[in-house]
């Protein structure tokens, strides 16, 4: 016994209806996914892609999609925290920490202050990771220490000539700034052989 034939439909009216389809679904469809991570100019700010930022406030939400209707990951509460920015879409910029961290703020909580973090050197274990990494006087291994700086101490970057960077960071209980020079491979917030002015 052969099932029954189903009715062919007119080749016009099968594109008629996938055409109407095509338009309901986005009306009936949550928010569209968040755009990939971009490489090159921002489309909103016309900015590099990828490019550094900071935290502005000690309360951030990082949204699991660029609107305030999309849940909350993460609150970031450490001002001048330095993030990565890797898309934009209106008036969100999606953005990744130290840790790779991923998610969404409203672009009124970024600062465009450079700051970086400083980190233990690639390949040491995490029991290593409390080792000291030290602020010199000058752009030179021989110069003398301002200070011992442990990993995960952010500072201001002032500039980088692509090897060492001048951090100013402040001291504990407002006691003032020390202000020296790293080595730009043991900070996350300038880029490998970037130069910052």
């Not at 502005?56 to 509460?77: A, C, I, M, Y």
């Not at 925290?81 to 890797?86: D, K, S």
């Not at 910029?93 to 991923?102: A, C, L, P, Q, V």
């Amino acid at each position: 016994m052969r099932p029954p034939e189903l009715p062919r439909m007119n080749p016009a009216r099968l594109a008629l209806l996938a055409a109407l389809f095509a338009l309901l679904v986005p009306l009936t469809a949550e928010a569209a996914p968040p755009p990939a991570p971009e490489v090159g100019k921002g489309p909103v700010t016309k900015l590099p892609l990828p490019r550094y930022a900071s935290l502005k406030t000690n309360r951030v939400n990082l949204r699991e999609g660029p609107s305030k209707d999309h849940r909350t990951l993460w609150v970031f509460q450490r001002e001048g925290l330095p993030v990565e920015i890797v898309a934009e879409f209106e008036t969100w910029r999606r953005i990744r920490d130290s840790e790779g961290t991923e998610g969404w703020v409203l672009h009124s909580l970024l600062s465009g202050r450079r700051t970086a973090v400083v980190i233990p050197p690639s390949g040491e274990r995490a029991d290593a990771a409390k080792a000291t990494v030290p602020l010199n006087a000058r752009a030179d291994e021989q110069s003398g220490e301002q200070a011992r700086l442990q990993p995960g101490v952010i500072g201001s970057v002032k500039s980088c000539t692509g090897t060492w960077c001048r951090l100013v960071v402040p001291l504990p209980d407002k006691r003032g700034d020390v202000d020296g020079y790293i080595r730009q491979s043991r900070l996350w917030g300038v880029y490998p052989d970037e130069r910052v002015e």
